[in-house]
DNA sequence: ATTGCTGCAAAACGTTTGCACCTAT
DNA sequence: ATAGGTGCAAACGTTTTGCAGCAAT
Protein backbone atom coordinates (compact mmCIF):
# COMPACT_ATOMS: atom_id res chain seq x y z
CA UNK A 1 0.00 0.00 0.00
CA UNK A 2 1.60 3.18 -0.89
CA UNK A 3 -0.49 5.40 1.59
CA UNK A 4 1.43 3.67 4.75
CA UNK A 5 3.49 7.10 4.26
CA UNK A 6 0.58 9.32 4.50
CA UNK A 7 -1.30 7.25 6.86
CA UNK A 8 1.84 8.17 9.43
CA UNK A 9 2.27 11.82 8.46
CA UNK A 10 -1.67 12.23 9.16
CA UNK A 11 -1.19 9.98 12.37
CA UNK A 12 1.66 12.29 13.54
CA UNK A 13 -0.34 15.35 12.64
CA UNK A 14 -2.97 14.45 14.66
CA UNK A 15 -1.31 13.34 17.72
CA UNK A 16 0.74 16.79 17.61
CA UNK A 17 -2.74 18.93 17.14
CA UNK A 18 -4.23 16.56 19.95
CA UNK A 19 -7.15 15.93 17.16
CA UNK A 20 -8.30 12.33 17.85
CA UNK A 21 -7.47 9.10 15.93
CA UNK A 22 -10.59 7.97 13.79
CA UNK A 23 -10.87 5.29 11.78
CA UNK A 24 -13.49 8.13 9.77
CA UNK A 25 -10.75 10.48 9.37
CA UNK A 26 -8.15 8.02 7.96
CA UNK A 27 -11.14 6.41 5.24
CA UNK A 28 -11.51 9.85 3.80
CA UNK A 29 -8.12 10.35 3.71
CA UNK A 30 -7.90 6.94 1.85
CA UNK A 31 -9.94 8.22 -0.77
CA UNK A 32 -8.63 11.66 -0.84
CA UNK A 33 -5.43 10.92 -1.69
CA UNK A 34 -6.97 7.80 -4.45
CA UNK A 35 -8.70 10.40 -6.34
CA UNK A 36 -7.44 10.99 -9.60
CA UNK A 37 -7.27 14.41 -10.36
CA UNK A 38 -9.18 17.37 -8.73
CA UNK A 39 -12.67 16.94 -6.54
CA UNK A 40 -14.86 19.11 -4.82
CA UNK A 41 -15.61 18.22 -0.74
CA UNK A 42 -19.39 17.53 -1.53
CA UNK A 43 -18.13 15.03 -5.00
CA UNK A 44 -16.11 12.95 -2.61
CA UNK A 45 -18.81 12.79 -0.17
CA UNK A 46 -21.17 11.66 -2.57
CA UNK A 47 -18.73 9.19 -4.27
CA UNK A 48 -17.69 7.82 -0.68
CA UNK A 49 -21.53 7.24 -0.15
CA UNK A 50 -21.87 5.10 -3.37
CA UNK A 51 -19.21 3.46 -2.52
CA UNK A 52 -21.15 2.37 0.85
CA UNK A 53 -18.95 4.72 3.27
CA UNK A 54 -21.22 5.74 6.34
CA UNK A 55 -18.71 8.86 6.86
CA UNK A 56 -21.01 11.66 7.23
CA UNK A 57 -20.84 15.20 5.21
CA UNK A 58 -19.53 17.19 8.09
CA UNK A 59 -16.43 14.62 8.73
CA UNK A 60 -15.31 14.58 5.14
CA UNK A 61 -15.32 18.39 4.88
CA UNK A 62 -13.91 18.78 8.50
CA UNK A 63 -11.56 15.70 7.25
CA UNK A 64 -9.92 17.32 4.09
CA UNK A 65 -9.51 20.83 6.21
CA UNK A 66 -7.13 18.70 8.13
CA UNK A 67 -5.34 16.87 5.17
CA UNK A 68 -4.71 20.34 4.19
CA UNK A 69 -3.63 21.04 7.83
CA UNK A 70 -0.81 18.33 7.75
CA UNK A 71 0.08 19.40 3.87
CA UNK A 72 -1.12 15.88 2.35
CA UNK A 73 -3.65 17.85 0.01
CA UNK A 74 -3.78 21.26 -1.56
CA UNK A 75 -6.56 23.74 -1.54
CA UNK A 76 -7.54 25.06 -4.47
CA UNK A 77 -10.21 27.10 -6.37
CA UNK A 78 -10.61 28.04 -9.90
CA UNK A 79 -12.59 30.77 -10.11
CA UNK A 80 -16.20 29.25 -9.62
CA UNK A 81 -16.31 29.46 -6.00
CA UNK A 82 -15.83 25.80 -5.04
CA UNK A 83 -13.19 24.76 -3.26
CA UNK A 84 -11.04 21.90 -4.61
CA UNK A 85 -8.29 19.86 -3.30
CA UNK A 86 -5.80 17.51 -4.76
CA UNK A 87 -3.21 15.35 -3.68
CA UNK A 88 0.38 16.65 -2.56
CA UNK A 89 1.65 13.10 -1.62
CA UNK A 90 4.57 12.08 -4.63
CA UNK A 91 3.95 14.98 -7.07
CA UNK A 92 5.73 18.18 -7.50
CA UNK A 93 4.71 21.65 -7.09
CA UNK A 94 2.74 23.27 -10.08
CA UNK A 95 0.01 25.81 -11.31
CA UNK A 96 -2.87 25.50 -13.31
CA UNK A 97 -3.99 26.44 -16.65
CA UNK A 98 -8.22 26.46 -16.71
CA UNK A 99 -9.49 26.58 -20.38
CA UNK A 100 -12.86 28.84 -19.70
CA UNK A 101 -14.60 27.12 -22.71
CA UNK A 102 -14.86 23.85 -21.49
CA UNK A 103 -13.17 23.99 -17.47
CA UNK A 104 -10.61 21.63 -18.31
CA UNK A 105 -7.58 22.03 -15.97
CA UNK A 106 -3.97 21.50 -17.24
CA UNK A 107 -0.82 21.50 -14.78
CA UNK A 108 1.99 23.12 -15.76
CA UNK A 109 5.19 24.57 -14.28
CA UNK A 110 7.41 27.30 -15.19
CA UNK A 111 11.32 27.99 -13.40
CA UNK A 112 10.64 31.30 -14.00
CA UNK A 113 7.82 31.35 -10.85
CA UNK A 114 10.88 29.84 -8.60
CA UNK A 115 11.07 31.82 -5.24
CA UNK A 116 9.31 34.66 -6.61
CA UNK A 117 6.64 34.55 -3.66
CA UNK A 118 8.98 34.07 -1.23
CA UNK A 119 10.61 37.06 -2.44
CA UNK A 120 7.93 38.84 -2.54
CA UNK A 121 6.83 37.94 1.09
CA UNK A 122 9.99 38.66 2.35
CA UNK A 123 9.69 42.83 0.62
CA UNK A 124 6.71 42.92 2.36
CA UNK A 125 7.36 41.43 5.27
CA UNK A 126 5.29 38.46 5.86
CA UNK A 127 5.44 34.33 5.95
CA UNK A 128 4.70 32.74 2.94
CA UNK A 129 1.93 30.13 3.47
CA UNK A 130 1.04 29.28 0.53
CA UNK A 131 0.29 30.33 -3.21
CA UNK A 132 -2.10 30.06 -6.19
CA UNK A 133 -1.20 30.98 -10.69
CA UNK A 134 -4.15 30.59 -12.22
CA UNK A 135 -4.10 31.20 -15.96
CA UNK A 136 -7.54 31.62 -17.74
CA UNK A 137 -7.63 30.78 -21.31
CA UNK A 138 -8.68 29.29 -24.33
CA UNK A 139 -7.68 26.15 -26.34
CA UNK A 140 -6.46 27.35 -29.83
CA UNK A 141 -7.51 24.05 -30.90
CA UNK A 142 -11.24 24.12 -31.16
CA UNK A 143 -11.97 20.65 -31.70
CA UNK A 144 -9.79 19.53 -28.91
CA UNK A 145 -11.43 21.76 -26.31
CA UNK A 146 -14.72 20.43 -27.49
CA UNK A 147 -13.59 16.95 -26.75
CA UNK A 148 -13.12 17.80 -22.94
CA UNK A 149 -16.61 19.19 -22.97
CA UNK A 150 -18.43 16.76 -21.36
CA UNK A 151 -15.57 15.16 -19.52
CA UNK A 152 -14.88 15.29 -15.71
CA UNK A 153 -12.03 16.91 -14.69
CA UNK B 1 -17.65 63.33 -13.47
CA UNK B 2 -15.19 60.90 -14.52
CA UNK B 3 -17.09 58.27 -15.32
CA UNK B 4 -17.97 59.40 -18.52
CA UNK B 5 -15.80 57.15 -20.14
CA UNK B 6 -16.55 54.12 -18.61
CA UNK B 7 -20.48 54.78 -19.36
CA UNK B 8 -19.10 55.38 -22.90
CA UNK B 9 -17.19 51.98 -23.14
CA UNK B 10 -20.50 49.71 -21.18
CA UNK B 11 -22.75 51.56 -23.83
CA UNK B 12 -20.51 50.48 -26.28
CA UNK B 13 -20.38 47.18 -25.13
CA UNK B 14 -23.64 46.62 -24.91
CA UNK B 15 -24.85 47.81 -27.93
CA UNK B 16 -21.92 45.65 -29.92
CA UNK B 17 -23.50 42.34 -28.25
CA UNK B 18 -27.02 42.99 -28.40
CA UNK B 19 -28.05 43.63 -24.97
CA UNK B 20 -30.05 46.34 -23.89
CA UNK B 21 -29.27 49.46 -22.77
CA UNK B 22 -30.79 50.02 -19.08
CA UNK B 23 -30.70 52.47 -16.46
CA UNK B 24 -30.14 49.60 -14.00
CA UNK B 25 -27.24 48.44 -15.44
CA UNK B 26 -25.36 51.85 -15.40
CA UNK B 27 -26.36 52.67 -12.00
CA UNK B 28 -24.83 49.20 -10.98
CA UNK B 29 -22.02 50.57 -13.19
CA UNK B 30 -22.18 53.74 -11.44
CA UNK B 31 -21.78 51.93 -7.89
CA UNK B 32 -19.52 49.07 -8.93
CA UNK B 33 -16.94 51.95 -10.04
CA UNK B 34 -17.14 54.54 -7.40
CA UNK B 35 -16.61 50.96 -4.83
CA UNK B 36 -13.37 51.75 -3.12
CA UNK B 37 -11.45 48.13 -2.97
CA UNK B 38 -12.34 44.40 -3.58
CA UNK B 39 -16.77 44.15 -3.12
CA UNK B 40 -18.79 41.14 -3.28
CA UNK B 41 -22.01 41.44 -5.48
CA UNK B 42 -24.17 40.92 -2.42
CA UNK B 43 -22.09 43.80 -0.64
CA UNK B 44 -22.71 45.93 -3.34
CA UNK B 45 -26.53 45.48 -3.97
CA UNK B 46 -26.65 46.05 -0.02
CA UNK B 47 -25.37 48.78 -0.21
CA UNK B 48 -27.25 49.96 -3.30
CA UNK B 49 -30.60 48.68 -1.43
CA UNK B 50 -29.68 50.99 1.69
CA UNK B 51 -28.66 53.95 -1.22
CA UNK B 52 -32.60 53.34 -1.65
CA UNK B 53 -31.92 51.97 -5.28
CA UNK B 54 -34.68 50.14 -6.41
CA UNK B 55 -32.41 47.69 -8.62
CA UNK B 56 -32.91 43.85 -7.66
CA UNK B 57 -30.17 41.08 -6.37
CA UNK B 58 -30.90 39.52 -10.01
CA UNK B 59 -29.89 42.40 -11.80
CA UNK B 60 -26.57 43.37 -9.89
CA UNK B 61 -25.21 39.68 -10.42
CA UNK B 62 -26.12 39.92 -14.21
CA UNK B 63 -24.60 43.18 -15.06
CA UNK B 64 -21.45 42.87 -12.86
CA UNK B 65 -21.17 39.87 -15.61
CA UNK B 66 -21.57 42.14 -17.86
CA UNK B 67 -19.01 44.68 -16.53
CA UNK B 68 -16.52 42.06 -16.56
CA UNK B 69 -17.01 40.98 -20.11
CA UNK B 70 -16.03 44.66 -21.20
CA UNK B 71 -13.16 44.34 -18.98
CA UNK B 72 -14.29 47.58 -16.79
CA UNK B 73 -14.10 45.17 -13.79
CA UNK B 74 -11.87 42.50 -13.01
CA UNK B 75 -13.34 39.24 -10.56
CA UNK B 76 -11.60 37.32 -7.91
CA UNK B 77 -11.58 34.98 -6.10
CA UNK B 78 -9.09 34.80 -2.92
CA UNK B 79 -10.00 31.23 -1.36
CA UNK B 80 -13.10 32.06 0.57
CA UNK B 81 -15.64 30.81 -2.41
CA UNK B 82 -17.10 34.30 -2.93
CA UNK B 83 -16.56 36.38 -6.07
CA UNK B 84 -15.16 39.50 -5.60
CA UNK B 85 -14.91 42.28 -7.76
CA UNK B 86 -12.82 45.26 -8.49
CA UNK B 87 -12.62 48.34 -10.62
CA UNK B 88 -10.02 48.27 -13.88
CA UNK B 89 -11.02 51.42 -14.69
CA UNK B 90 -7.74 53.69 -15.27
CA UNK B 91 -5.97 51.08 -12.64
CA UNK B 92 -2.46 49.09 -13.67
CA UNK B 93 -2.41 45.73 -13.48
CA UNK B 94 -1.70 44.08 -9.88
CA UNK B 95 -1.83 40.93 -8.16
CA UNK B 96 -2.85 40.09 -4.69
CA UNK B 97 -1.37 39.18 -1.13
CA UNK B 98 -3.93 38.02 1.55
CA UNK B 99 -3.21 37.92 5.00
CA UNK B 100 -3.99 34.37 6.09
CA UNK B 101 -4.94 35.39 9.68
CA UNK B 102 -6.94 38.48 9.25
CA UNK B 103 -7.78 38.60 6.20
CA UNK B 104 -6.09 41.68 4.93
CA UNK B 105 -5.56 42.38 1.02
CA UNK B 106 -2.43 43.28 -0.09
CA UNK B 107 -1.74 44.49 -3.82
CA UNK B 108 1.37 44.29 -5.52
CA UNK B 109 3.17 44.48 -8.59
CA UNK B 110 6.25 42.83 -9.59
CA UNK B 111 8.25 43.17 -12.84
CA UNK B 112 9.37 39.44 -12.58
CA UNK B 113 5.76 37.93 -13.55
CA UNK B 114 5.63 40.22 -16.67
CA UNK B 115 5.15 38.27 -19.71
CA UNK B 116 4.81 35.18 -18.06
CA UNK B 117 1.25 34.54 -18.57
CA UNK B 118 1.20 35.25 -22.18
CA UNK B 119 4.56 32.81 -22.82
CA UNK B 120 2.47 30.04 -21.04
CA UNK B 121 -0.01 30.34 -23.01
CA UNK B 122 1.72 30.20 -25.85
CA UNK B 123 3.71 27.32 -25.28
CA UNK B 124 1.08 25.20 -24.74
CA UNK B 125 -1.26 26.57 -27.64
CA UNK B 126 -3.67 28.85 -25.33
CA UNK B 127 -5.39 32.13 -25.83
CA UNK B 128 -4.84 34.07 -22.72
CA UNK B 129 -8.04 35.51 -21.32
CA UNK B 130 -6.65 36.43 -17.50
CA UNK B 131 -4.80 35.05 -14.54
CA UNK B 132 -4.35 35.05 -10.88
CA UNK B 133 -1.68 35.17 -8.64
CA UNK B 134 -2.40 35.27 -5.23
CA UNK B 135 0.14 34.69 -2.32
CA UNK B 136 -1.61 33.97 1.02
CA UNK B 137 0.80 34.43 3.96
CA UNK B 138 0.96 36.20 7.64
CA UNK B 139 1.93 39.42 9.02
CA UNK B 140 4.88 39.36 10.90
CA UNK B 141 3.87 42.40 12.53
CA UNK B 142 1.22 41.35 14.53
CA UNK B 143 0.00 44.42 16.31
CA UNK B 144 -0.29 45.69 12.51
CA UNK B 145 -2.16 42.47 11.38
CA UNK B 146 -4.46 42.74 14.34
CA UNK B 147 -5.16 46.37 13.50
CA UNK B 148 -6.31 44.84 10.47
CA UNK B 149 -8.34 42.44 11.77
CA UNK B 150 -11.63 44.48 12.16
CA UNK B 151 -11.56 46.57 9.24
CA UNK B 152 -12.83 46.26 5.42
CA UNK B 153 -10.98 44.99 2.76
C1' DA C 1 -44.95 44.35 -31.40
C1' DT C 2 -41.44 41.79 -29.94
C1' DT C 3 -37.85 40.22 -27.06
C1' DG C 4 -35.08 40.82 -23.50
C1' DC C 5 -34.69 42.86 -18.83
C1' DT C 6 -36.45 43.63 -14.33
C1' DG C 7 -38.09 42.73 -9.58
C1' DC C 8 -39.35 39.51 -6.52
C1' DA C 9 -39.29 35.29 -4.25
C1' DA C 10 -38.00 30.85 -4.13
C1' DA C 11 -34.73 27.37 -5.22
C1' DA C 12 -30.19 25.72 -5.76
C1' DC C 13 -25.66 25.06 -4.45
C1' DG C 14 -21.61 24.28 -1.54
C1' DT C 15 -20.58 24.67 3.11
C1' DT C 16 -21.28 25.10 8.19
C1' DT C 17 -23.65 24.34 12.46
C1' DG C 18 -26.58 22.39 16.39
C1' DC C 19 -27.51 18.57 18.76
C1' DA C 20 -27.79 13.97 20.73
C1' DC C 21 -25.11 9.98 20.67
C1' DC C 22 -20.79 7.69 20.56
C1' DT C 23 -15.78 6.69 21.13
C1' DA C 24 -10.78 7.53 21.56
C1' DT C 25 -8.16 8.97 25.08
C1' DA D 1 -14.89 9.84 32.88
C1' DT D 2 -14.75 13.25 29.62
C1' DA D 3 -13.57 15.95 25.91
C1' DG D 4 -13.95 15.68 21.34
C1' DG D 5 -15.80 13.42 16.99
C1' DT D 6 -19.64 11.60 14.55
C1' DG D 7 -24.08 11.32 11.84
C1' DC D 8 -27.96 13.59 10.63
C1' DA D 9 -30.67 17.32 9.33
C1' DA D 10 -31.44 21.87 9.30
C1' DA D 11 -29.42 26.46 8.64
C1' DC D 12 -26.42 29.40 6.31
C1' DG D 13 -24.59 32.69 2.72
C1' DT D 14 -23.89 33.27 -2.05
C1' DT D 15 -25.61 32.72 -6.46
C1' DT D 16 -29.13 31.28 -9.90
C1' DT D 17 -33.68 30.64 -11.65
C1' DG D 18 -38.83 30.98 -12.74
C1' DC D 19 -42.18 33.91 -13.75
C1' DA D 20 -45.25 37.81 -14.55
C1' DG D 21 -44.95 42.46 -15.85
C1' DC D 22 -42.33 46.11 -18.04
C1' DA D 23 -39.50 48.73 -21.22
C1' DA D 24 -35.88 49.18 -24.93
C1' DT D 25 -35.68 48.30 -29.50
Given at each position: MKNEKAEEIFRNFLKEEKNRITPERFEVM???????GHFGADELFIKMKNSKSRVS???VYN???????????????????????????KR???D???CVECGKIIEFTDARLTG????????LNFDLDSYSFNIFARCRNKKACK???NEKN
Open positions: EYALGYDRATTLELLVQCNLLSKRNFGDNISRYESNFQQHHLIIPESICKDKYR
